[in-house]
């Protein structure tokens, strides 16, 4: 366990909430008011009675009775979004004129409870003296009592009172100088007590937000990078001030998880402009299960979601990935060329802020390789889906795109399969326009660019990705009514035909698809180096070539892209790279120098995929007849199911290997089946295409060489084999774990009746997240080493890691990880939670666990 998860309690965080937004009872009445009104008594007199949060006319409790909440968190909820917590109304210094304190400066503070800070109140009004607080032993200050002020142990008989404008120490007199009261003066209960403490509703007053995060960073973090982690060798304290106290009396707060959510918190505090905040200790202890399912929810999907309108497309367009000394680097957009619409809108935008440099430009009819390859000095954004909508303040018609999600990190644009594992995450977090969005965008692409993009940028015009359109616009159809919503069916219909349009275009077409054996490759067309990788990316490559013509490697990038030298080994090269980046893949021993050959078994599971869900919908949907207006021709369902039939005998003939129990690759080239063992073999499950016996040949083979400690790994050692100085190491190989492996093998496996499989992946790929969320500073990445216990976020491998580079608080996360960890969690149980949120190793728990338990993780 590690330093923190020792620490972390065994439970899950229990958080009193009000379900209706208006802070109401189930009885209509606003529990704010909590009047006290007469009840008659039998004798005929009258007492005041009170009945937390109801008003009654007769001595019978209403029928729903509330238990009264503190003053400081009825109506607080110190889980809410950072828009809400941090908003205007917590900020002490914007809070109305209510019980306030004005100083000599003019400056007003106040805080819930009418009081000011503590240091400042005494520097400028050393007679308003400090708020007293009572013991957690007796309820009432002696103090306060008409007793001799030392003689604090003797029972007291009469109440008495305080004046509040004299001094403490003039305040206790004799009964006779003081104005009775009707009630025993009580000192109000510090949040500071240990009982209250022990509840964790206790409340930090920081009134510096500026100087605790200095003095946090300057005291914790020893590496200088802005993040608390595990690795920093500070004392793991800080003290701040109480709530309560307005900052006068002090609460360590310790250890590196709850310091790293103090800086995470103080770093959004500050990004909202507050100088001074409250915070809640739960907030900063909160389970981390519960808090980064909350943060995934609440905060990253929103940081990665884009709204292309005349306000946003400036910043949309500029692209980070291109960055070399001939890229012209003004924001530039392309439009289809029949699109009229978009393109005087976006001229619009560019002269709305000429300060941008938006360069609006129409793209060709035809779009050929070559083409494509002419933009790579002027690079840009494709345009997407957009919608016309009446604005009231110019009262006419303009366009405004739907909204999508992007990955993360450098990944800035609509992604193809990116997208379909983000809309699993987004739909069950109920962000379904987000996910529809998406299905539409990629109706658009494949209508105007001819596919579903690699990613909406000019130099991906001509690669796909992997194709998840079916299956996605199914799920968005089932959120949005079903076939109860005639829009619904609509907008399935018109996702269908896109589809089927990509099918026969794209993945059934020249150059992607073998005609003798029925198969599919990634094959994409493409013309010279691809410019959106990293600077230096290919120069290990390139070096030979440009000693050979005796110029650097930028004169030989140069001299090759203009075709002014021809290499046809370079060609053979770019071809299996773009393959490789067209996979998803991008990259791996396995495609390296072979892609473009190799049907997949990751891809024609999914074409197959795309075959039986047709036929479903054009049977229901299409009235079993579907004329393609691209082609001239009709099909029904069982064609489609014929083609479904074929594409599986092929599979399960030339890929699929019963002594290793893999579905395996087939190179079309060399016509035989390949040994690489990779985790795309648990797609075939997915898709629904392997038969019962084939599932279970792959738990008792595959599954044990690719079960690690936090999940499944992308591939097999054996098959990645021994790595150098001149073999490095390759992200989608051993020892990394990716989001869609697992998420498609947990689907797949519970779909042919392994759900204890499922749940038992699920826990490890979670553990490896929530450990490393806790220990290293709330980070979530694209990718992880499933092999490593301590810091499984670190990667070596040719890209690094996207998600890890931010100061202070991540803010997105990775778009499929995300997905991964909302997923995963409904595999879990409450004592599986439970055990995440303490950080407990898989070995261990699986090794606590008993008997009867034990069969819903499927271990013996």
């Known amino acids: 366990m590690s330093e923190i998860g020792s620490r972390l309690p065994t439970f899950e965080i229990n958080k009193e909430t ?18 006290t009104v007469n009840i008659e008594k039998k004798n005929g007199t009258s007492e005041g009675h009170h009945i937390d949060g109801f008003e009654t006319i007769d001595n019978t409790l209403p029928k729903y009775h509330r238990r009264r909440l503190s003053s400081l ?194 770093t959004i505090a500050k990004s909202f402009g507050r100088s001074q905040i409250y915070l809640d200790e739960a907030r900063i202890n909160e389970n981390p299960v519960n808090r980064l399912s909350r943060l995934i929810e609440h905060q990253f ?46 001229l619009q935008a560019s002269q709305m802020d000429p300060s941008l440099k938006l360069e609006v430009e129409y793209l060709p009819k035809h779009i050929t390789p070559t083409y494509v390859k002419s933009l790579n000095d002027t690079p840009g954004l494709l345009s997407l889906a957009m919608e016309k909508h009446f604005d009231p303040s110019t009262g006419e018609m303009t366009l405004s795109g739907y909204p999508y999600a992007v990955p993360g990190g450098r990944f800035n644009e609509l992604y193809g399969w990116d997208s379909y594992l983000m809309a699993l995450g987004l739909v069950e977090n109920g962000k379904v326009d987000v996910a529809k969005g998406m299905v539409e965008h990629f109706i658009f692409e494949i209508d105007n660019y001819g596919k579903i993009l690699n990613a909406n940028r000019s130099y991906y015009l001509c690669r796909s990705q992997p194709p998840f359109l079916t299956d996605m616009a199914l799920i968005v159809f089932n959120k949005i009514g079903g076939e109860n919503n005639p829009q619904a069916i609509n907008f399935l ?44 990316h290919f120069n290990t490559i390139l070096a030979p070539y440009a000693a050979k013509y005796n110029v ?71 009235d079993d007849s579907y004329f393609d207006p691209s082609d001239n021709t009709d099909s029904s369902s069982s064609y489609w199911r014929q083609r479904a039939r074929k594409r599986k005998a092929t599979i399960e003939e030339k890929l699929w290997d019963e002594e290793k129990g893999f579905y395996f690759d087939y190179n079309i080239k060399l016509k035989q089946r390949t040994t690489f063992e990779s985790a795309t073999t648990f797609w075939a499950l997915w898709a629904g295409l392997a038969t019962p016996e084939k599932a279970q040949r792959m738990v008792e083979k595959a599954l044990p060489k690719l079960e690690v400690l936090g999940g499944l790994v992308a591939s097999s050692e054996e098959s990645r084999g021994p790595l150098s100085v001149d073999r490095p190491s390759r992200q989608w190989d051993y020892p990394y774990g990716w989001a869609p492996h697992q998420i498609f093998a947990w689907e797949g496996l519970t779909k042919y009746g392994y759900r204890g499989i499922s749940t038992r992946l699920s826990y490890r790929w979670l553990y490896m997240m929530t450990k490393a969320f806790v220990d290293y500073n709330g980070i979530v990445v694209e990718k992880y080493d499933v092999t490593r216990g301590i810091d499984p976020h670190k990667v070596d491998a040719e890209y690094g890691n996207q998600g890890a580079d931010f100061k202070g608080v ?32 898989p070995s261990s728990f699986f090794k606590r666990l008993k008997d009867s338990e034990k069969k819903l993780y499927s271990l013996k």
């Open 552 to 622: 650097t490697i930028e004169e030989f990038r140069s001299l090759y892209n203009d075709k002014k030298v021809k290499e046809p080994a370079l060609d053979e090269f770019f071809l299996h790279d773009r393959g490789v980046r067209e996979s998803g893949h991008d990259t791996t021993y396995r495609f390296e120098g072979v892609c473009a050959y190799l049907a997949t078994i990751d891809l024609n599971a999914l074409l197959y995929k795309y075959e039986t869900d047709i036929a479903k919908v054009i049977e229901k949907y299409f």
């Open 493 to 536: 219909r018109r996702a269908f035909k896109a589809a089927i349009k990509e099918y026969k275009n794209v993945w059934t077409a020249s150059p992607r698809y073998d005609e003798e054996t029925g198969l599919s490759c990634y094959h994409p067309d493409g013309e010279g180096i691809p410019p959106e990788t990293e600077p230096g």
């Open 301 to 346: 999907w929103n940081s990665l979601t884009r709204h292309i309108d005349l306000h946003t497309i400036g910043k949309i367009a500029q692209d980070s990935k291109v960055q070399t000394k001939n890229v012209k680097s003004n924001p530039r957009i392309y439009v289809p060329y029949n699109n009229e619409d978009q393109y005087e809108f976006f």
């Open 810 to 841: 991540a803010t997105e996360g990775f778009g499929w990880v995300n997905s991964s960890y909302i997923l995963g969690l409904k595999y879990m149980n409450n004592y599986a939670r439970r055990a995440l949120g303490a950080c407990i190793a």
């Open 73 to 266: 968190n009825e109506f607080h909820d110190p889980f809410s979004n950072a828009e809400i917590y941090y908003g205007p109304e917590v900020d002490p210094s914007k809070l109305k004129n209510t019980g306030n304190t004005t100083f000599n400066d003019g400056n007003i503070l106040q805080s819930p409870l009418g009081r000011v800070s503590t240091a400042k109140r005494f520097a400028t009004n050393p007679k308003f003296n400090r708020t007293r607080t009572m013991s957690v032993i007796d309820n009432v200050s002696h103090f306060k009592t008409n007793l001799d002020r030392y003689s604090f142990g003797q029972q007291h008989k009469e109440p008495a009172t305080i004046n509040t404008t004299e001094d403490v120490s003039d305040q206790v007199k004799p009964q006779h100088e003081v104005e009775k009261t009707t009630h025993l003066l009580q000192r109000r209960g510090s949040e500071d007590d240990i009982i209250i403490s022990s509840q964790g509703n206790r409340r930090f007053f920081i009134e510096d937000v500026d100087r605790t995060l200095h003095e946090l960073l300057q005291n914790e973090d020893t590496d200088a990078n802005c993040q608390i982690t595990i690795e920093d060798t500070g004392p793991k304290v800080l003290k701040v001030g109480s709530a309560n106290s307005f900052g006068f009396q002090k609460i360590s707060i310790r250890g590196t998880y709850m310091l790293s959510n103090l800086l995470q918190e103080l």
């Open 18 to 35: 009000d379900t209706d937004s208006d802070n109401k009872d189930n009885s209509g009445l606003d529990p704010k008011s909590n009047t």
